[in-house]
């Protein structure tokens, strides 16, 4: 489950980090062809739960703990999946001796049967020359038929005894992925921010054990008027400056621009009315920037989104949001 979750960017030991922008002023006069908007840094709040029903054995982070794509969180207690483990790997073996035997019993059909049609061969030889009765010939051309029919018959329990193993090893291959879903692995780098349960508790299939912000899609969420959420590109370049940094600015790119309008009145009549249907457009901070500075990430600040507007012209950023070249960096 993915909910929305309040983060804020905060940055420290800027002067080491490529690819942010220093401020020269507020930035609050834009030239045309750029849109600003009020939001606040946000990322997806995913909680780990358990496939299945058991007991909360362990739990390997605390909250506010760092964790990375895979890393086990959480473990269910799996002594009674293990013992049926246990007993389906027993009936691996049983289902794998019975093929055996059905193996030994085709063997044993097929030299019967090879038996049966020499000895009918030897018949009709003597049955042309005269020296046997059809009597006999029709006894050996009928065991020769009963070989034939238990050599089936044994061919088909072996095919039988080998798919029972099959079951047996899907059994307990389902037994074994019941055990792996038993630990609680990490779906994304983040940060824990609440654990919901502890040690001992049992819970069911889907509860949850700890809530985690993901911090693999940090983004900032502003608002633009129709005249200007139109023009407005998925990859646009933007910007992001926080309340308590107004003085650093954040590269962004624009993912997202809903496709409908918020805030939008119930009966549109005027000018003035169509011009407060608001657009909500999604200001994406790069993934590696945000790895960069995993550990100074927080909670609660807002700040002002800054994005081009497709037009004629481009305008450059203004002083207030300009790049500076990587060597002034350093």
């Known amino acids: 489950m993915r909910k929305k979750t309040i983060l804020a960017l905060v940055l420290v030991v800027l002067a080491a980090g490529a690819g942010l922008v220093t401020l020269s002023g507020g930035g609050s006069d834009l030239p045309d ?83 049966a049609e020499k000895e ?46 099959d079951a047996a090893r899907a059994a307990a291959q389902e037994v074994q992925s019941t055990i792996d879903d038993a630990v609680l692995n990490a779906p994304a780098v983040g940060r824990v921010l609440y654990q919901l349960a502890e040690p001992g508790e049992v819970l069911g299939s889907g509860g949850k054990v700890l809530t985690l912000v993901d911090l693999s899609d940090v983004y900032m969420e502003i608002f633009l008027p129709s005249s200007q959420a139109h023009r407005v590109g998925i990859g646009t370049e933007a910007r992001v400056v926080l309340d308590i940094l107004d003085d650093i600015a954040i590269p962004a790119t624009v993912s997202f621009v809903s496709p409908e309008s918020q805030f939008t009145p119930k009966e549109v009549e005027t000018r003035e009315e169509r011009d407060k249907l608001m657009f909500r457009v999604k200001l994406r901070i790069p993934q590696a920037l945000v790895m960069d500075y ?26 207030a949001l300009q790049a500076l070249p990587p060597q002034a960096l350093n």
């Open 294 to 319: 995993v550990e100074q990430v927080k909670t609660g600040i807002r700040g002002v989104g800054y994005v081009r507007l497709a037009g004629e012209t481009q305008p450059d950023w203004p002083d």
């Open 33 to 115: 062809g750029l849109a600003s908007g009020n939001g606040r840094i946000e990322a997806a709040q995913v909680d780990v739960a358990t496939k299945i029903a058991g007991r909360l054995s362990e739990v390997f982070v605390a909250e506010g703990d760092l964790v990375q794509p895979g890393q086990e969180l959480a473990r269910i207690d799996t002594a009674q999946l293990n013992a049926q483990l246990m007993r389906a790997q027993a009936d691996i073996a049983s289902a794998e001796s019975q093929v055996a035997a059905a193996k030994a019993q085709v063997e044993e059909a097929r030299a019967r049967l090879i038996l």
């Open 120 to 165: 009918l061969a030897r018949a009709e030889s003597l049955v042309d020359q005269g020296h046997t009765s059809a009597e006999v010939y029709d006894t050996r051309l009928s065991a020769t038929a009963v070989a034939r029919a238990n050599l089936a018959a044994a061919e088909a329990n072996q095919i039988s005894a080998e798919r029972a193993v």
